[in-house]
């Protein structure tokens, strides 16, 4: 009994359509996409590999993500540097600080949506991702 996992995540868009564009072809995140090893896509649902997740409310003041937003997404990856060179190479601006990065939590990038939104790729210690 109780809560197994996150069954989606909701927010405003000014352009919810073209915001879901935008993550489906950069990112392969949303409706009709499918994680490797997740199984065949399905019209509705991003099928995502089993693995940690961060539940963390922040301080109000936090700096870590902009003050205008109520929120960051936070997506697990492999091969980072791989993701990197990919959004780089489509014009996605990357920030990575090397304070971010620790042997027991992984590697950090940060990126924004078209619409501001701060979305952090986070890769896992090597066995630690569970996915």
Request: negative net charge.
């Amino acid at each position: 009994m109780g809560v197994v996992g996150i069954g989606g995540i909701f927010f405003r868009s000014k352009d919810p359509e073209g915001l879901s564009s935008w993550y489906s072809e950069h990112l392969d995140v949303g409706a009709g996409c499918t994680a490797e090893d997740a199984g065949e896509p399905e019209e509705w649902f991003w099928k995502t590999q089993g693995g940690p997740v961060v539940f963390a409310p922040f301080k109000a003041d936090t700096d870590y993500f902009p003050a205008d937003k109520a929120f960051m997404l936070n997506l697990r990856v492999r091969d980072l540097d791989g993701l990197l060179e990919k959004l780089a190479a489509e014009g996605i601006a990357i920030e990575t600080r090397a304070e971010w990065d620790s042997p027991e939590t992984g590697q950090f990038a940060r990126i924004h949506d078209p619409e501001g939104n701060a979305i952090e790729l986070w890769e896992p210690p090597a066995g630690n991702d569970d996915g």
